[in-house]
C-alpha cells in the first residue's frame, strides 16, 4: 500500500520550491503525493484531505503564521473526523515554536537543511505505527 500525502502551501507565502522539491523527494520515495499549490486556506487544506482520503497532511510555510495556520488545520482536521491523520509542518520556524506545535499536535517540523531522507524515514515511521 502506498503512503497518500498532502503537500499544502498555506497562507500568502509565494515561495513553493521547498513544498515542491519535498513532494517530488515522496513522490520517489514511492508514495502517491497531492500538491495542492500556493495560497491555500485551512478550509482547502482540510477539504482536500478529505477529498483524497491521505494519510498525512504536510504543510509548507514560511510567512510566519505557522502558529495560527497549524492550529487551525489541526483544529479543522479533528472537526472533520481526521484528527488522527499525522500532520507536519516545513519552514522558517523558531525552535521555541517548533516545540510549542508538537505538543499541540504537529508530529514534525521540518526545518531548513533537513534532509530529504530523514523527512521520508519520518513520515514513513509515523504511517506505519
Known amino acids: 500500500m502506498k503512503i497518500k500525502v498532502l503537500v499544502a502551501k498555506p497562507g500568502l507565502d509565494g515561495h513553493d520550491r521547498g ?6 523527494a515522496l513522490r520517489d520515495a514511492g508514495m502517491e503525493v497531492i500538491y495542492t499549490g ?3 486556506s485551512p478550509e482547502s487544506v482540510v ?14 510555510i514560511l510567512s510566519g503564521a505557522h502558529m495560527k495556520i497549524c492550529t ?10 481526521i484528527g488522527d ?5 516545513g519552514g522558517i520556524i523558531p525552535a521555541e515554536d517548533a516545540d510549542e506545535l508538537r505538543r499541540a499536535g504537529i508530529f514534525e517540523v521540518f526545518g531548513p537543511g ?8 519520518k513520515i514513513e515511521e509515523t504511517v506505519k505505527k
Open 38 to 40: 500556493l495560497r491555500q
Open 85 to 89: 491523520k499525522p500532520l507536519f509542518v
Open 72 to 81: 487551525k488545520v489541526l483544529q479543522l482536521m479533528k472537526q472533520a473526523g
Open 114 to 121: 533537513t534532509s530529504l531522507k530523514s523527512i521520508i524515514d
Open 47 to 60: 477539504k482536500a484531505a478529505l477529498q483524497e482520503d491521505v494519510d498525512v497532511v504536510g504543510l509548507s
Open 19 to 24: 513544498a515542491k522539491v519535498v513532494a517530488m
